[in-house]
């Protein structure tokens, strides 16, 4: 599945941003989609995840409470809504899938096989 990540941007601290994750080529149906994020100099880590089909989400400490990660299914779209935001989560975003036919919320981003091009978001202090 083909992945188009957007949405990023410049952002103040304590405002908010929503990311968007649209599939082509196929549906997301039967795949798992995560957000990961990586800032210069630091590894890949992961922000979130959605299986798509039930529902089930699964978060990181860091964004836990401040960051949505949600579906629209007429729109075979993934969207990741930020709120309350820190200079810490600056970095690029990146959605990825997981799939077919899979329905574990992995943390791992060598386990998801399609990625997205990638958004910046960067917040100032």
């Known amino acids: 599945v083909q992945l188009q990540a957007s949405g990023g941007g410049l952002v103040q601290a304590g405002g908010s941003l929503r990311l968007s994750c649209a599939a082509s080529?196929?549906?997301?149906?039967?795949?798992?989609v995560g957000w990961f994020r990586q800032a210069p100099g630091k590894e890949r880590e992961f922000v979130a995840a959605?299986?798509?089909?039930?529902?089930?989400?699964s978060y990181a400490d860091a964004v836990k409470g401040r960051f949505t990660i949600s579906r629209d299914f007429a729109k075979n779209t993934v969207y990741l809504q930020m709120n309350s935001l820190k200079p810490e989560d600056t970095a690029v975003y990146y959605c990825?899938?997981?799939?077919?036919?899979?329905?574990?919320?992995?943390?791992?981003?060598?386990?998801?096989?399609?990625w997205g091009q990638g958004t910046q978001v960067t917040v100032s202090s």
């Open positions: 080529g196929r549906t997301f149906s039967r795949y798992v």
């Open positions: 959605i299986i798509w089909s039930g529902g089930s989400t």
């Open positions: 990825a899938a997981d799939g077919p036919f899979s329905s574990l919320l992995h943390r791992s981003s060598s386990e998801y096989d399609d």
